[in-house]
């Protein structure tokens, strides 16, 4: 396996691609200015205790209090078989804490929307070769070491090194390692273990205690193992300390290290920017043809296996399982990459052959193998889907890069024209009844607009019928499509003036920005949101027309384009 690790230190943040034989599969993007708190240590305050959610909410000093389960512990290490008995009982929160009382707590998640971070107070602290959990006495070994005696080997060292009480699980990077390097990694997370808990004993609370790494020492420290053939980073700051950083954790990887200076950005020249526009979309088209869906909910994230253009060459069920087997090999690559957590149902196209589903379900189990995140498959359920879960210890790469679309709320689905249109009239009628002013100027979305004023402005003139009020009504790019402003109430005149800022045979120069609907062959442009149809200019949609007004009216004016007259001689 080719793997290459490719760093952009932008201004604004710094990003990280991982790629493995040329696809990437795992992205990473830490703000400068909001770097996350996962592995901070803090001394924090137990603010208030709720037995009824057997937890309690913790004040750390971070702007929302961070929340403790009662039985919360080591769900940030990655690898751990089993968590140990002693932390898994079954005591009452009340029993565990008091309100006002002070605990050193570890952040096991970044806070998300409305939701504090979650702590933990089973302290654990990652080296490159382990982690150490200076709280719980266990020794662990990553699940992806399957060697038996390499796991014994490394099982007698750690014992042998630990201090007493404290508990460890080595990492996957451990496997072959020298004693020696156990042994100082140990030593190293114990002066630090240390360093912490003196300087808990003075600290007031909230106070932070040890702020965990930036990213990209924890790339360095977690992912740069020996299938690392190259890393390319594009700032000469951040190479040399890069390098500072291979003289304690391998000498011998230096010359993998790489400064990036083309001119180009270097996340375009390894087209990486193109792969992140792809993984901010649902659907995941296949190399075969068909393509998956994928959809993220907070209570899960579905994905759905489409044969799409793929027709196969033999018959339906070779077809079937082609696409499937293709489509798990995906699906594993992009729960990794776009780090989505939580409970997954896969829909895979129905197959027949019980040796067919097998086969596919042994395709994933392998394909999820390269992901360090602990993924269970739990097998087919009666319907034929697939239930899997993937820990969450990290936010999901839409949850990082995007937001919740302030017009339909995170949805994905607005109201349709005409029942924004209706819900608009039904509050207008109620409002122009109750003023007094004879006139009134309506703001709303352009498409609303037309929908108010209707076919030959029938639905304008049947309102005013039912309201005994003069409307003007004007087209706003800022507005959304189901709301609408007040612009203007008053005399019939004054708002005239307003609505309908033109007049016959004033000469005006302005951006023909669109074709008209009904006129293919005529041109749009608008004057403070009022429409203006100039004849014969849909050829200069995008450019500037000087053109004269021939017709005002109260929903739009006509327009020709002017020529200039020709001077005498």
Not at 212 to 235: A, P
Not at 257 to 262: A, E, V
Not at 363 to 387: F, H, P, W, Y
Request: aromatic residues 6%; charged residues 30%; proline residues 3%.
């Amino acid at each position: 396996m080719v793997k290459e690790i490719i760093i952009s230190c932008g201004t604004r943040d710094t990003r990280v691609g991982i790629l493995e034989n040329g696809e990437l599969v795992e992205f990473y993007m830490e703000s400068n200015a909001e770097q996350r708190v996962v592995g901070n240590i803090y001394k924090g305050k137990v603010a208030n205790v709720l037995p009824g959610m057997q937890a309690a909410f913790v004040n750390v000093g971070l702007p929302k209090n961070t929340f403790l389960y009662v039985d919360d512990a080591l769900e940030n290490v990655e690898g751990l078989d089993e968590i140990p008995e002693k932390i898994t009982s079954n005591s009452s929160i009340k029993d565990v804490v008091k309100a006002g009382q002070h605990v050193i707590v570890q952040v096991a998640k970044d806070p998300f929307g409305t939701k504090g971070a979650r702590v933990t107070r089973h302290i654990s602290l990652p080296g490159r070769f382990v982690v150490l959990m200076p709280t719980v006495d266990y020794v662990g070994v990553s699940r992806r070491i399957s060697g038996g005696e390499e796991r014994d080997r490394l099982r007698k060292l750690v014992r042998e090194f630990l201090p007493a009480g404290m508990g460890v699980i080595v990492r996957t990077m451990a496997e072959g390692c020298a004693a020696e390097d156990l042994k100082k990694d140990i030593d190293f997370l114990d002066k630090l273990w240390r360093r912490i808990k003196n300087r808990g004993k003075v600290a007031k609370a909230p106070s932070l205690l040890h702020k965990d790494l930036s990213l990209l020492y924890r790339i360095i420290r977690d992912s740069f193992d020996h299938d690392v053939q190259r890393l390319f980073v594009d700032s000469a700051e951040e190479y040399e300390q890069i390098l500072s950083l291979m003289d304690d954790i391998g000498p011998e990887f230096k010359d993998k290290i790489f400064l990036f200076q083309q001119a180009e950005p270097i996340f375009e020249a390894f087209g990486l920017e193109l792969e992140l526009e792809k993984i901010l979309k649902s659907r995941v088209w296949l190399k075969c043809g068909g393509y998956v869906v994928i959809d993220q909910t907070e209570a899960l994230t579905s994905i759905d296996v489409n044969t799409g253009k793929f027709v196969g060459s033999t018959n339906l069920a070779d077809t079937i399982l082609k696409a499937n087997l293709e489509a798990a090999r995906e699906i594993a690559r992009q729960l990794r990459l776009r780090n989505i957590g939580g409970i997954i149902i896969i829909d895979f196209i129905d197959m027949e052959k019980e040796e067919h589903q097998k086969k596919v379900l042994t395709t994933l189990q392998e394909a999820v193998q390269r992901d360090k995140t602990k993924t269970s498959i739990l097998g087919l359920t009666q319907l034929g889907l697939v239930e899997m879960t993937r820990q969450k210890v990290r936010q999901s790469i839409s949850e990082l890069l995007q937001k919740n679309c302030p017009c339909c709320d995170g949805t994905g689905l607005m109201l349709s024209e005409e029942i924004a249109g209706s819900r608009i009239e039904g509050e207008l009628k109620r409002f122009l009844k109750a003023t007094v002013d004879p006139a009134v100027l309506i703001q709303v979305h352009p498409v609303t607009a037309g929908n108010l004023i209707g076919v030959n402005a029938v639905n304008l003139e049947r309102l005013e019928r039912e309201t005994e009020k003069r409307i003007f009504i004007r087209g706003s790019q800022q507005m959304n499509s189901d709301e609408y402003k007040i612009a203007l109430s008053g005399s019939v005149e004054e708002v005239e003036r307003t609505a309908v800022p033109v007049a016959l045979g004033e000469i005006h120069t302005l951006l023909i920005d669109s074709v008209h609907n009904n006129r293919p062959e005529d041109g749009v442009t608008r004057l403070e949101g009022y429409v203006i149809q100039v004849e014969n200019a849909a050829d200069l949609v995008g450019k500037k027309a000087t053109f004269e007004i021939v017709k005002v009216q109260r929903t739009y004016a006509r327009a020709k384009l002017f020529i200039a007259p020709k001077r005498e001689a």
